[in-house]
């Protein structure tokens, strides 16, 4: 079977949004702290992701902090018509580097400012309440707070469009009796399929859904099985990884972020990845394969 390519689209807050995304985290410095390595190539990385078709950028501004806005401003303001940049509050960065939880009403609105002002905007086309929990896995908790301040600012007219990031079912319900959502963004892929039903359930309600970390938790026999069912269709692990993504459910929107113009170019080239049934089966497979096997 033929995977979409990256003309293949999903509804994003009311508009058709191209599957292959762009995430812009990976631009800030080491840890997503501080200045890129290489501000030339950060810059072309936009610009190339743009011309390429990606029309989906994600980014927050505790990326940095303000790091990646900025460059999005200075690579692509004024922003072309069809691009939707969804962002992101919930947290502050430290002086030294440490995610701290910002989920007070009055932080998720300098959040938002923040955003628009780094970004050049006036006003958000897509804001996700980012829920702390650990990293990659949400905690339970209401967040009927921290939506109904986004939901304030929505009817202030800075924000448009309302998404959840690192959340349960059970919040995303809590939510939707709140405001309508347009997104959720959850650790998945490959070996970590605990939101394979909630997937299912928010394609029926023509909700996107954004996995991050497309090859984070993998075990190192994992990571080898990846690899050489890679190698047999002359690709990378991360394309054939998104390629599969691509493949799970229409609903998934891919952001794959790199701070390198090579490494863009070959994600963006899982787009045009065909897996057969039968490697289809394979890589369904990899997720039972466990350290112990």
Not at 35 to 44: G, L, V, Y
Not at 68 to 74: A, D, F, P, V
Request: hydrophobic content about 40%; aromatic content about 4%.
């Amino acid at each position: 079977m033929t995977l979409p390519t990256i003309t293949d689209t999903f509804p994003l807050a009311g508009r058709p949004v191209r599957r292959m995304g762009y995430g812009a985290m990976q631009l800030a410095g080491p840890g997503v702290f501080g200045p890129p390595k290489d501000r030339k190539e950060a810059i072309a990385v936009l610009r190339e992701a743009v011309a390429s078709g990606v029309n989906h950028i994600d980014t927050s501004d505790f990326y940095g902090p303000h790091v990646t806005n900025q460059l999005i401003r200075e690579a692509l303001h004024p922003y072309p018509g069809d691009l939707v940049i969804v962002t992101k509050v919930g947290a502050l960065r430290g002086s030294d580097g440490a995610w701290l939880p910002a989920l007070e009403p009055e932080d998720i609105e300098r959040g938002v400012h923040d955003n628009l002002r780094h970004l050049g905007l006036d006003v958000l086309e897509v804001v996700n309440m980012r829920m702390m929990g650990d990293v990659h896995v949400p905690a339970e908790g209401s967040l009927e707070k921290q939506v109904t301040a986004l939901a304030e600012l929505q009817r202030r007219g800075l924000v448009r469009h309302i998404g959840l990031s690192n959340v349960t079912a059970t919040q995303i319900a809590q939510a939707r009796r709140i405001a309508e959502i347009v997104c959720v963004q959850n650790h998945y892929n490959l070996v970590h399929r605990a939101d394979d039903t909630l997937i299912d359930d928010l394609a029926q309600k023509d909700i996107a859904y954004v996995p991050f970390f497309p090859l984070g938790g993998f075990t190192p026999i994992q990571s080898s099985a990846l690899s050489d069912i890679a190698r047999t269709l002359g690709a990378t692990p991360m394309q054939v990884a998104l390629a599969w993504l691509l493949h799970r459910s229409p609903n998934l929107l891919l952001i794959p972020g790199t701070s390198s113009l090579g490494h863009l170019r070959e994600n963006l080239q899982a787009s045009q990845l065909s897996l057969t049934d039968e490697v289809c089966a394979q890589l369904d497979r990899i997720g039972g394969v466990s350290g112990k096997a």
